[in-house]
């Protein structure tokens, strides 16, 4: 039972095991079902034995995390958490289709070529081909990171939930970096057409939906300018978001804003076929420094880069300009 669990620096340190990962393995949530505690992770079921309350009007203190050895060892995880959920809240999660955990810096993968009509064949002929091979060109991951300067002295008084705010901003602008490479990614060598004039029209918005063929229109991605613009046509005056706060298109797709966004281009993708996030690490922090209240000078990093899996998944709408040009 959660009780029982000795918390130690060590959970953080095991082989191919996260942190959370570590204590379901002592702790799985499975034997918490049907009881009140179903819907806690090993990790909220400790925050709960140890009366640590992250949020609501009784919210606690960072203090509360260093009142023993044993809740000391919780603070990382609430951290990591705390920016990963900013990291996770982005355009990425729209963006992926999926997602591959490497233990190299570079990456092949694997390349399809699949650009033989789909066409009915007689029974003598042979099939149209398509062929999977292992990728030529290698996928690089790069290194993400943030320095983070405080003290326990500076914090230690700090509510949690003001806190994790805090930290989430941090992984949303430490998503943001990160953005730009998958968006370079995407507009590389994809399908491209041009708007009918200088000004963005919804035409041009529907001829981009009429280039996919074999996929969905699911997304689009314009910079911050581009996304006021398409909001303010007047063919989306009854548009609103959705329940979960998506604007939708009237074409069926998620208009997305995005600064890394090129001003000059407007981005059209079928989100489940059209790229593959790479990481070889998740987000990873200084666990000891942060257990032994050692908060002067912290780092949070990830190591990824991206794939196109599927080329026709993705075409871009480039805005001509003034001259013509």
Known sequence: MYNDIKLEKGLYNLS???F???LEELDPSAAYAGTPLEKLDAFERQLKRFNIRINGTDC???EKFFSTTETAVLFPEFVTRSIRKGFDETVLSSVCAAKTVTNSSQYLGCDLDDTEAYI???EASALPEATVTEGTSAVTLAKY???ISSSYEAVRQQRLDVFSVM????????AASVVNAALTVLVTDADTIETASASLAYSDLANLYGCFSGFDMTTVIASPENAALIAAMEQLRDCSADSKGRFMLPLGAELIKCSSAEAD?????DRSFALEFITSTDLVMETDKLIDRQLDQ????????FKKITPDAVKVLRIKSEDGE
Do not use: H, Q, W
């Not at 930290?167 to 430490?174: A, E, F, N, Y």
């Not at 281009?265 to 993708?269: A, K, N, Y």
């Not at 912290?298 to 880069?305: A, D, E, K, R």
């Open 16 to 18: 191919g095991k996260s």
């Open 20 to 22: 959370t990962a570590a």
């Open 60 to 62: 606690d203190c960072v």
């Open 120 to 122: 009915p064949t007689s």
């Open 145 to 147: 990171g943030r320095l």
């Open 167 to 174: 930290l989430r901003s941090i992984g949303v602008r430490l």
């Open 265 to 269: 281009e407007i981005i059209g993708l």
């Open 298 to 305: 912290i780092t949070v990093s990830i190591t990824c880069g």
